[in-house]
């Protein structure tokens, strides 16, 4: 072996410290074997930058818990990593993902004739004579418009109306607690985003597609129309949906699937409700579902929107980082189906974050997105 010479030993110790003077950023360290597997072999974006992005998300703890991810590109999985404990048989529960899919079973009830848009829906306390909540259209339930008093996130914690409704006096009967609110607005004047609507809209469901009022009819009718008209047409074998023990579906928070059945979903609604050919709930519905409300420009039916809200800077998505037309399902605590027709693009995140946490984590997301080019 030969002596290296001292100088070129003094070199190679003083070269981080050139290289942080130079402005130069270090190299990256090489990927994991497990991050590089995570990613497919024609992911539609450079795969080393995709595996580093995604890996991101799992090595880092400023983002949180990522506990499994998904992308999908073209109707492919791109890239799917899960964390140590999960797979894909772990069944992740929505929360407010829910509301999406409830928003899509309102559609297909549109659709078959058995509800109306512009009407008031048959919630029967609200139809007796001279009650202001009879001038609430779906409509307006759907876009978190009704004008009902609510409270999502209040303080203390237990005080808030989606706690109340949950877990304290309304959790038996939900939509009870739910639809006996007064009115604190004009129905249509205002927003404000509502587990509480979303469950209203869960029991309107059950009241359509079901004669009795017992829970196990209420039940079943709506859980046999989710299978038959949607989880089994989508082959989403894992989902199972939670009910209360009043028998309406917890529409706004609590339905359970795996990661690619979460990810099957988000595909389903970038092609417009289509699906290998069977148009499952009209393309007109999914486009009102991705249109701005009168009221909420980054809110539609039960989805959010890729938008800035005027005089606003927070904000649940990335306006400016992805197109326009992207739009999303989000749940508590950082569950994310990200659905971007333009890039051809779906990518599902489950996980544990915080308030601090998602904020980091919504730029790891943009990261990723970003790596797709619109077409």
């Known amino acids: 072996m030969f002596p290296r010479p001292a100088s070129l030993i003094a070199c190679l110790a003083l070269l981080p410290a050139l290289l942080a003077c130079s402005g130069a950023e270090p190299p990256p360290p090489p990927l994991s074997e497990e991050a590089l597997a995570a990613v497919s072999d024609d992911p539609g974006a450079p795969a080393q930058q995709l595996a580093r992005q995604v890996d991101d998300l799992f090595a880092g703890d400023a983002a ?6 998904i992308v999908m590109h073209g109707g492919e999985i791109a ?29 297909m009830l549109v659709a078959d004739g058995r509800l109306a848009l512009d009407e008031s829906p048959p919630v029967p306390r609200w139809q007796r004579p001279g009650d202001p909540r009879g001038e609430i259209t ?9 004008g009902l008093r609510h409270t999502e996130a209040g303080d203390p914690p237990y005080e808030s109306s989606e706690v109340r409704m949950l877990f304290l006096d309304g959790r038996d009967d939900m939509a009870d607690w739910a639809e006996s609110q007064p009115l604190e607005a ?40 989710l299978h038959t008209r949607l989880f089994g047409p989508l082959a989403m074998e894992s989902m199972v949906p939670e009910f209360d023990a009043s028998g309406t579906l917890i529409g706004g928070s609590l339905i359970h699937g795996t990661a690619r059945d979460w990810a099957r979903f988000g595909d389903f609604l970038r092609h417009k409700g289509s699906y290998r050919g069977s148009q499952l709930v009209p393309r007109k519905w999914v486009e009102a579902m991705t249109r701005p409300s009168p009221r909420r420009e980054n809110y539609g039916f039960q989805t959010w929107l890729n938008r800035p809200v005027p005089g606003e800077s927070d904000n649940p998505l990335f306006p400016g980082r992805a197109p326009r037309s992207m739009f ?9 189906i990200l659905v971007s027709p333009e890039q051809k693009l779906t990518v599902v995140r489950l996980g544990h974050s915080d308030a ?6 919504l730029q790891e997301l943009a990261d990723i997105v970003e790596l797709y080019p619109a077409t």
């Open 328 to 336: 999303a399902a989000i749940g508590h605590m950082g569950q994310y």
């Open 186 to 225: 004009e129905p249509g004047s205002t927003f404000e985003y509502s587990s509480a609507t979303s469950v209203i809209l869960a029991d309107i469901a059950a009241r359509v597609l079901s004669r009795r009022d017992e829970p196990e009819a209420r039940r079943e009718a709506v859980a046999g129309y």
């Open 356 to 361: 601090e946490e998602r904020a980091v984590l």
């Open 79 to 107: 890239a799917e990593r899960y964390a140590p404990g999960y797979g894909r048989e772990t069944r992740f529960a929505s929360w407010s993902m829910a509301k999406t899919v409830t928003a899509v079973m309102i559609g």
């Open 64 to 69: 949180g818990e990522t506990r499994a991810l």
């Open 138 to 146: 779906l409509r307006q339930l759907l876009q978190m418009r009704s």
